[in-house]
């Protein structure tokens, strides 16, 4: 999603201890640190684990082990504990404290327990070695073989009762590295569309040197960290993709999410905040608890929930050459069981009260050095310390944002430009996620990228959505359910001192930043003309469908294709987050040509790139982390240097959605989400996120740079329009079976 902006021309400097026989100390001492850090995880899920329960085991499962044990050995006269205690009182005196038949009844607890953890642990290795197993992401859609069927068989009866949100994390299996000579040949397909025979030849020559000279000596460190850290990629990702960016993360990182499209349950602002807020608390309490249901694929496949961790009392926190992912523990527990009402009568005091202070989209360097040099210490330290430990930040916003049918296009690319970057003031770019609020009740959030991806603060949303006009509701007046509270006490402002000094950084910066929301060209278009219903008629992918119909549209607005970024989610293996589908293919660009003969061809070829990366076998995940260690070992790669260079002058992402229980569009075909968006991410491409909803409607964001004369975000939402209609005008030779 908004990561590939960072991924343009990623580079960074190292200046390793030293190189001793061929070994870098700065490289070893990073995979230390990884393992290190992952280890530590690790033990606090253990400790959360012994809290909630050892999954897959349950107290009745312990009960009926030890039990069973103590019954068999006490049937047929046998020492529950097989010697363990007449060999341990060689060296205690237990006989003093305990009879015969007490050491019998702890003899068979001690082993009991012991069997009871060695079937769990069975179990859990067990599960771990089916989900190696990625067979079943190539059955066709409807159809599943016997083998398929089952490996899910036993993936459910190794998998137990019951899991809740963390219960698999042992379970998954680790992220393969893949050989250097897959990605290289992959590597080189995905390009081969974008040359000529002279630039191909020429980066065929770089791969195949680095193939054999430097590639299999940085593989060697990768190996290593892969079989020390929970994931060889997500800690390195994290560090240079998101934290050491130095640009502002207004737009170019953040991401947002819209209310829904068609329904507004209220237009009293403190009143919609009221619900939400009570609904992401309810949310939050779930969450503390591991109460969430972890996502499973076909209602069978775990995916790792660990990005789950951060989505409260989490900031980002700038620093002089990198940052960091601040999260808190310490929160106020009474609000978590604070009713709409209540909330609402806070929110009503905000609004009559002065506005505080707001800090906005500082580029990361300059925030860090005004951090330092004028937030450390007094007043201005305990306000920021209020909001980067708060649970998540509320923004009042003072504009009305709304879908109007009447004026469809205009309202919608407002909404969207709101929610990405407001006033540039008026949000708090580097929390987790932003509730905004606009003063006619309609609601959104800006969300922070690099603590988690958007699927993680998409669950949160759905939850919200799906709670608040149909669960907790409102009255005929619009207000939250319940009696107003007159004696509640206000709440208390934040106290700033701002010198003339910290005053020019700001305003500086904040010119920046608002010559960058200006440059942004937002679109959002609800494309209603068919859906994955008839899509799915066509015995196509929807996805495929759509990125093939992208590919068209990007050829008919600039004339030519370029190299495109699909993002893919990798929660499959433990800590995975995402990898790369390079959408544009040899199969998309000869479709253009040929149309219908070769459309399933490019369709398939699509799903087999898609499940590629899915499975850890994509192309740039890896070579990004080969590029890391070349850094650390002080090694220039030409190939790994051309290869992260080039831009990603389309970056697309689909918005999934995850709980289509909590909304019944059959009924209430009203409650669709109207999905999100992203910042352009090359300065002469687009961005373009889409959200399949219910059978008949498809939502697309599309982003790029007003400054840029190769780019038009409404002139392209015409040529995807366009291009969808097209593409389905190839299948209407089989008009009757559509229909």
């Not at 001690?110 to 069997?115: A, K, R, S, W």
């Not at 398929?148 to 949100?165: A, D, E, N």
């Not at 190939?639 to 080039?646: A, C, R």
Request: net charge positive.
């Amino acid at each position: 999603m908004a990561e590939a902006h960072q991924a343009v021309a990623f580079q960074f400097t190292v200046t390793p201890d030293g190189i001793d026989l061929q070994l870098c100390h700065e490289a070893l001492r990073q995979i230390y640190l990884s393992g290190l850090h992952s280890w530590k995880k690790r033990f606090i899920r253990f400790k959360n684990g012994v809290m909630t329960g050892v999954y897959p085991g349950s107290p009745a499962g312990f009960m009926v082990v030890v039990v069973s044990y103590m019954s068999y050995n006490r049937y047929n006269q046998l020492d529950p504990s097989r010697g363990i205690l007449t060999k341990l009182g060689e060296y205690l005196p237990i006989s003093r404290y305990m009879s015969t038949d007490s050491q019998k009844v702890v003899g068979g607890v001690l082993v009991g327990t012991g069997l009871w953890v060695t079937i769990i642990m069975i179990m859990r290795n067990v599960l771990k070695g089916l989900l190696t197993w990625h067979g079943w992401m190539a059955q066709r859609h409807g159809s599943v073989s016997y083998t398929t069927r089952l490996w899910m068989i036993f993936v459910r009866i190794f998998s137990g009762r019951k899991p809740m949100l963390y219960s698999f994390q042992n379970s998954l299996p680790r992220l393969p590295v893949p050989a250097v000579k897959d990605t290289c040949r992959r590597y080189l397909e995905s390009v081969r569309p974008l040359m000529d025979d002279e630039q191909f030849e020429r980066m065929e020559g770089l791969a195949k040197d680095f193939e054999k000279n430097l590639g299999p000596r940085l593989q060697w460190y990768l190996k290593l960290k892969s079989w020390w850290a929970s994931n060889y990629v997500s800690d390195w990702w994290e560090e240079y993709i998101y934290l050491r960016g130095r640009s502002p993360i207004m737009v170019n990182s953040n991401y947002y999410a819209m209310d829904f499209l068609y329904v507004f349950p209220t237009s009293i602002q403190a009143a919609r905040a009221g619900n939400a807020i009570h609904a992401i608390m309810l949310y939050r309490r779930k969450l503390d608890r591991a109460q969430i249901k972890p996502l499973m694929l076909l209602h069978t496949i775990p995916m790792c929930s660990s990005q789950y961790e951060r989505m409260f009392n989490t900031s980002r926190v700038p620093g002089l050459d990198t940052g960091r992912v601040f999260s808190s523990t310490t929160f106020t527990t009474h609000f978590n069981s604070l009713k709409s009402d209540l909330i609402k009568t806070c929110i009503y005091y905000f609004l009559c009260s002065h506005n505080s202070f707001f800090f906005g989209a500082l580029d990361r360097t300059p925030w860090a050095k005004a951090r330092e040099l004028y937030f450390g210490r007094g007043k201005n330290k305990q306000s920021l310390d209020a909001i980067e430990k708060a649970a998540f930040f509320v923004t009042l916003d003072d504009t009305e944002q709304r879908y109007d049918t009447n004026n469809p296009v205009k309202s919608l690319d407002s909404y969207a430009k709101s929610l990405l970057h407001g006033h540039c003031y008026d949000r708090w770019f580097d929390k987790s996620f932003n509730l905004i609020v606009f003063k006619n009740g309609t609601m959104g959030l800006n969300a922070e990228h690099s603590w988690a991806d958007a699927p993680i603060i998409g669950h949160l949303w759905e939850h919200v959505l799906s709670m608040d006009p149909i669960k907790l509701g409102y009255d005929e007046d619009g207000h939250c359910h319940g009696a107003p509270h007159q004696n509640l006490p206000g709440p208390q402002r934040l106290q700033w001192e701002i010198s003339s000094e910290c005053q020019e950084v700001i305003e500086s910066s904040l010119t920046v930043a608002k010559n960058l929301a200006d440059d942004v060209d937002c679109h959002s278009i609800p494309f209603s003309t068919f859906g994955k219903g008839l899509i799915k008629k066509c015995r196509t992918s929807p996805d495929a469908f759509i990125q093939i119909a992208l590919q068209l549209a990007h050829f008919r607005d600039k004339g030519k294709f370029c190299l495109t970024y699909e993002a893919s989610m990798t929660r499959l293996f433990r800590e995975g987050r995402t990898e790369t589908v390079r959408s544009c293919t040899n199969e998309t660009c000869a479709f253009r040509e040929e149309r219908m003969k070769l459309f399933k061809v490019a369709a398939e070829k699509h799903q087999v790139m898609y499940r590629l990366a899915m499975t850890g076998q994509g192309i740039d995940r890896h070579l990004f982390c080969l590029y890391v260690v070349s850094k650390y070992l002080g090694e220039d790669s030409a190939f790994l240097k051309e290869v992260l260079s080039d831009p990603w002058r389309l970056s697309t992402s689909q918005t999934p959605l995850q709980q289509v229980e909590l909304f019944d569009l059959i009924k209430h075909p009203e409650y669709v989400s109207s999905g999100g968006g992203f910042g352009p991410v090359a300065d002469d491409g687009y961005g373009v996120s889409y959200i399949i909803v219910g059978e008949n409607l498809i939502n697309f964001h599309i982003s790029s740079k007003h400054s840029s004369p190769e780019t038009d975000s409404h002139r392209f939402g015409g040529h995807i329009q366009q291009a969808m209609m097209d593409i389905l005008d190839l299948f209407q030779f089989e008009k009757e079976n559509l229909k």
